[in-house]
């Protein structure tokens, strides 16, 4: 049952349907005022068979959270940045405006419920390798994840609730899930904010333990990923190896789209990206 009344999802269908700018206008600003649930519920109703209907609103929908986002992301810099999921939850509601935060939340809860139980089993309970073994196992065997080589460079590879869905994601994407559900089992990782391809790190209590979550939680060596600085043709840095803020987790992210979308000439798209991450390094 609609939290909104039938009457006024009937109304805001026929003030779609016009052509008058003043109209338009006042529909986005009562739009403004609506929470992602009840927008959600308003776009459920609408009828399945009226196509351009359904884009209109949707449109109109998008266009109104990616100007909100610009509030959203500054609150975000300035007072939630240690919630890393809150902020890749943010960049996916920039192509999915009525993005179910609480669905994907529960889904990285239930697997760390799962893994919280498998992880008990273990015959040597801090055995690092073991550790990353049962995490390796469960996502890149059981739930499928792996990285989206064939198509790299899709921009769904850069939001979460698709990279969920489709098990399939970046560099970046596939190390934050994994960060994620390592997050909610009290696990030593960290991100590794290497040039060109991002990792995660198990910091062991004698050295770190490099892991590459696109190659379906590869080990990989310091020398290993000094070789791959070497093959980009780079000097190597000790500081590749460090551990990103939150910020600049995010940052990332949304410089890959950025360069996607500059590449594929959404230039409006690129501009709000690059506004988002000119936000978060004020």
Request: some cysteine.
């Amino acid at each position: 049952m609609s939290s909104i009344p039938q009457s006024e999802i009937k109304a805001i269908g026929k003030l779609l349907k016009s052509s008058d700018e003043d109209t338009l206008k006042l529909l986005e600003e009562q739009l403004k005022k609506f929470d992602t649930k009840t927008l959600k519920e308003i776009n459920d109703e609408l009828p399945l068979d009226d196509i351009s209907l359904r884009k209109q609103y949707l449109d109109l929908v998008l266009k109104i959270k990616r100007e909100q986002l610009k509030e959203d992301f500054k609150n975000w810099s300035n007072k939630d940045s240690s919630d890393l999921e809150k902020g890749v939850l943010l960049v996916a509601s920039f192509a999915n405006p009525l993005l179910k935060s609480e669905y994907y939340s529960k889904l990285l809860n239930d697997w760390s419920n799962t893994l919280s139980n498998s992880l008990k089993k273990l015959k040597i309970s801090n055995d690092p390798t073991s550790i990353i073994n049962e995490l390796n196992h469960f996502l890149f065997m059981e739930l499928g994840f792996k990285g989206n080589k064939e198509h790299y460079y899709d921009p769904e590879n850069s939001f979460i609730d698709k990279v969920i869905d489709k098990k399939k994601g970046n560099p970046i994407l596939l190390s934050v899930i994994y960060l994620l559900v390592a997050k909610r089992l009290g696990l030593p990782f960290n991100g590794v904010n290497m040039p060109a391809h991002f990792l995660i790190q198990y910091l062991d209590a004698f050295e770190p333990i490099y892991i590459d979550p696109f190659n379906q939680g590869e080990i990989i060596t310091k020398s290993d990923c000094q070789e791959r600085i070497k093959a980009l043709k780079l000097m190597w840095q000790e500081d590749y190896l460090s551990g990103p803020t939150n910020k600049q987790i995010i940052a990332r992210m949304m410089q890959n789209l950025v360069n996607i979308y500059q590449s594929e000439g959404l230039f409006e798209l690129k501009e709000y990206m690059e506004y988002y991450v000119n936000i978060l390094k004020r």
